[in-house]
């Protein structure tokens, strides 16, 4: 089974540049995350889908990022203008919806390193 | 706002020892908690969920919970230098139905 793929692995740009990140989780995988992981941190939540649908966007500075899963499959995620603080890993995760309509365990993706100087 | 504390350590422990990592939480509605294992540079990945009180053990890992005192902890024994790396805390409410992470335990077992 394909795990959670991420692109592009590695991005690097000038802090006012734009950067869009890109997700495709476990086939089957109604719910996807977008995590923003700071070097010595946890990843902390920056928005919930669920199929095409936002479940949690709470925590996404909305000024500069935007996230979007039109067909409920892959997402994309992408940040404009950036800032030099929007320095971390970009993780995507997806679970399953279980038949009671429960989240499962989260699986990861590699992660996209986004380094703005 | 929910949070989860974990020491940041580093921890040491010498190789065959046995490691303790502790978690705490502040959301009571919480009903489901992962430990999961981040190596330098790679991502997080599952080792360990445990959603009701007491032990539950899985090869060299035991994973303990404590609703009343808002309480999970991961035991590993016989402590492997390839078990040095992060160990993330992780709690899931049924309300909200995401993940709050901790900062991470870095965990440095020594040969």
């Known amino acids: 089974e394909a795990g959670v793929a991420q692109s592009p692995r590695y991005k690097i740009i000038e802090k006012r540049q734009s950067v869009a990140f890109w997700c495709n989780p476990i086939s089957g995988h109604a719910t996807l995350y977008w995590y923003q992981q700071i070097l010595g941190q946890g990843p902390k939540l920056l928005i919930q889908?669920?199929?095409?649908?936002?479940?949690?966007d709470s925590q996404l500075p909305k000024d500069r990022f935007s996230a979007e899963r039109l067909k409920g499959v892959d997402s994309t995620l992408k940040i404009q203008p950036a800032k030099l603080e929007d320095s971390a890993v970009y993780l995507c995760?997806?679970?399953?919806?279980?038949?009671?309509?429960?989240?499962?365990?989260?699986?990861f993706g590699e992660g996209s390193r986004l380094t703005v100087l | 706002q929910k949070e989860v504390e974990q020491n940041s350590g580093p921890l040491s422990v010498p190789e065959g020892a046995i490691a303790s990592l502790n978690c705490t939480y502040s959301d009571r509605g919480s009903q489901s908690f992962f430990w999961y294992r981040q190596y330098s540079g790679k991502s997080p990945e599952l080792i360990m969920s445990?959603?009701?009180?007491g032990d539950k053990e899985d090869g060299r890992f035991t994973a303990q919970l404590n609703k009343a005192s808002q309480y999970v902890s991961l035991l590993i024994r016989d402590s492997q230098p390839s078990d040095s790396a992060t160990y993330l805390c992780a709690v899931r409410d049924n309300y909200g139905q995401n993940f709050v992470f901790g900062p991470g335990t870095r965990l440095s077992v020594l040969p």
């Open positions: 445990i959603y009701s009180n």
């Open positions: 995760a997806s679970s399953l919806v279980t038949h009671r309509g429960r989240i499962g365990e989260l699986f």
């Open positions: 889908f669920q199929n095409n649908g936002v479940v949690d």
